[in-house]
T-cell receptor, first 114, second 111 residues
Framework: NAGVMQNPRHLVRRRGQEARLRCSPM?????VYWYRQLPEEGLKFMVY????????ESGMPKERFSAEFPKEGPSILRIQQVVRGDSAAYFC????????????FGPGTRLTVL | GENVEQHPSTLSVQEGDSAVIKCTYS??????FPWYKQELGKRPQLIID?????GEKKDQRIAVTLNKTAKHFSLHITETQPEDSAVYFC??????????FGAGTRLTVKP
């Protein structure tokens, strides 16, 4: 049973470009969470999704950021017109329907904005 | 919303000593309290968790205690080893799965 998968592991973008981060939850998991981690800092909640629904996006900036978890395929975190301050590690986590509070993390995507 | 505070931010102990990390939370509806260990450049790994109907839980050298009245919970690591060196995060969530993390504690175990 593969764990939570994220790709790419490293992503370099220039200011103004778009970044797309993908997260494939563990098999059987229908809940996905995205977190941002700045260097030497903790994990900041961004968004919580179930299949085809955004449950809680209170931690996500209103502009430039969007997330989806389609019926088929991975969850996508999209950052438009990236700025240097978007440079961070972005982790997703997933949980099963039977224990929705227990989250398992993916390896993260390290985004660098030049 | 939930606010989780974690202390200390750094902790250095001698190998074999115990380490204690403390967290407080603000939302009395929080009912699930996991602890994660994150090694440099790696993903956070769940090491132990406790739910609000339990006061203490132990797994080998790791134990977690919860005081619902005071809204604080603690991680205890006994007989520390160099491989315990990492950043540890506490977290709290309600039934809405709105997990919020503490700022982390960097634990260094000196051989």
């Amino acid at each position: 049973n593969a764990g939570v998968m994220q790709n790419p592991r490293h992503l370099v973008r220039r200011r103004g470009q778009e970044a797309r981060l993908r997260c494939s939850p563990m098999k059987g998991h229908s809940h996905v969470y995205w977190y941002r981690q700045l260097p030497e800092e903790g994990l900041k909640f961004m968004v919580y999704l179930q299949k085809e629904n955004i449950i809680d996006e209170s931690g996500m900036p209103k502009e430039r950021f969007s997330a989806e978890f389609p019926k088929e395929g991975p969850s996508i975190l999209r950052i438009q017109q990236v700025v240097r301050g978007d440079s961070a590690a972005y982790f997703c986590a997933s949980s099963p329907p039977s224990a929705t509070d227990t989250q398992y993390f993916g390896p993260g995507t390290r985004l660098t904005v030049l | 919303g939930e606010n989780v505070e974690q202390h200390p931010s750094t902790l250095s102990v001698q190998e074999g000593d115990s380490a204690v990390i403390k967290c407080t939370y603000s939302d009395s509806a929080s009912n699930y309290f996991p602890w994660y260990k994150q090694e440099l450049g790696k993903r956070p790994q769940l090491i132990i968790d406790i739910r609000s109907n339990v006061g203490e839980k132990k797994d080998q050298r790791i134990a977690v205690t919860l005081n619902k009245t005071a809204k604080h919970f603690s991680l205890h690591i006994t007989e520390t080893q160099p491989e315990d060196s990492a950043v540890y995060f506490c977290a709290a969530s309600t039934h809405n799965n709105d997990m919020r993390f503490g700022a982390g504690t960097r634990l260094t175990v000196k051989p």
